[in-house]
């Protein structure tokens, strides 16, 4: 059973295997051997639960070795590291504005054995950096150098922050892979369709349009659609509005007023209702990226690449 785990790669966490030598404790740093190489990540203790989950499952996480706890020594290669690491960035970047490449830098890691250097980037389009490639060796010496395109759902996984409901991105704090997200999650919701309303830091559609889609579709059943005539306990009216939270029907009658009704209480008619509905209050707000093609922010070819 396994007491430790690290958190690694797109917010999961991966058991780890202490040597018996080795006396570990909850938040430690610990150098641990990955496939990238030796990096320095912090060791948490691992609720009894979830090791039994881990015990019984067939697809637990790679568990991970460690090599060692880190000493004050290796904190201050850490940090060494990491003023190393900026001083890489920026030097990659000039030389990409020397090659006038078309790709945006994102962010520079060095193993911590400083035996790999990785440059993460966005780019519209493939690049061609065999000529950054041969100027990179020049000024990095003796260490294998890695050009990585991820998406921009990546790299905001990367930079992190906080969204339009005020807690951090879920792509950077839980979310473990992108799912592919359309317009038409938001419209079956009944959000506005304005890019300034349905679209993260990315420039995507949000995720969390996914995550409550299940409950407003089975909300909305036995529903009838916005512009339906209907009877009601007041008489005939025409459907303007949906409440798929609380199971109601906005329902404007023949005498122009709204009225808000059960949704058991009311029934489809065939019949031709003299009344003019407006359009739901939700759907009408302007936004300042109205111009945006909405098919942009549903495209995601280039949104993630797995790469980070």
């Known amino acids: 059973m396994f007491k430790f785990a690290v958190e690694y790669l797109k917010n999961t966490f991966y058991p780890l295997e202490v040597p018996e030598t080795i006396k570990l404790e909850d938040g430690q740093a610990v150098l641990v051997r990955t496939a990238k190489g030796e990096e320095a990540l912090k060791a948490f203790l691992v609720n009894s639960q979830i090791a039994d989950i881990w015990a019984k499952s067939k697809n637990m996480p790679e568990p991970l070795h460690v090599v060692r706890v880190l000493s004050q020594r290796d904190l201050q290669t850490l940090d060494d590291i990491r003023r190393e690491e900026t001083e890489s960035f920026f030097k990659c970047k000039a030389l990409i504005a020397q090659h006038k490449l078309?790709?945006?830098?994102?962010?520079?890691?060095?193993?911590?054995?400083?035996?790999k250097i990785t440059f993460y980037?966005?780019?519209?389009?493939?690049?061609?950096?065999?000529?950054?490639?041969?100027?990179l060796t020049q000024v990095f010496t003796r260490v294998r150098?890695?050009?990585?395109?991820?998406?921009?759902?990546?790299?905001?996984?990367?930079?992190?922050g906080c969204g339009l409901c005020g807690?951090?991105?879920?792509?950077?704090?839980?979310?473990?892979?992108?799912?592919?997200?359309n317009v038409k999650l938001a419209r079956d919701q009944g959000m506005p369709i304005a890019p300034g309303k349905i679209s993260g830091t990315c420039g995507r559609l949000l995720c969390c349009l996914t995550y409550e889609y299940s409950n407003y579709i089975d909300a909305a059943k036995g529903m009838p659609p916005v512009g339906s005539s209907v009877m009601t306990p007041d008489g005939l009216g025409k459907v303007c509005y949906l409440q798929f939270m609380n199971g109601t029907v906005a329902v404007k009658m023949e005498d122009g007023k709204t009225k808000e009704f059960a949704k058991s209480d009311?029934?489809?008619?065939?019949?031709?209702?003299?009344?003019?509905?407006?359009?739901?209050?939700?759907?009408?707000?302007?936004?300042?990226?109205?111009?945006?093609?909405?098919?942009?922010l549903e495209d995601d070819r280039n949104s993630s690449t797995g790469n980070v």
């Open 102 to 115: 078309v790709m945006n830098l994102v962010q520079c890691r060095i193993t911590f054995d400083r035996r």
């Open 121 to 135: 980037y966005t780019a519209p389009e493939r690049v061609d950096f065999r000529g950054l490639l041969k100027d």
């Open 167 to 181: 807690r951090p991105f879920c792509c950077c704090s839980c979310k473990r892979k992108f799912e592919p997200i």
């Open 266 to 296: 009311i029934e489809m008619v065939d019949a031709d209702v003299n009344v003019e509905i407006d359009v739901p209050i939700m759907n009408t707000y302007t936004d300042d990226n109205d111009n945006i093609d909405i098919k942009q």
């Open 145 to 160: 150098i890695d050009l990585r395109h991820i998406g921009v759902r990546d790299e905001t996984s990367i930079m992190c």
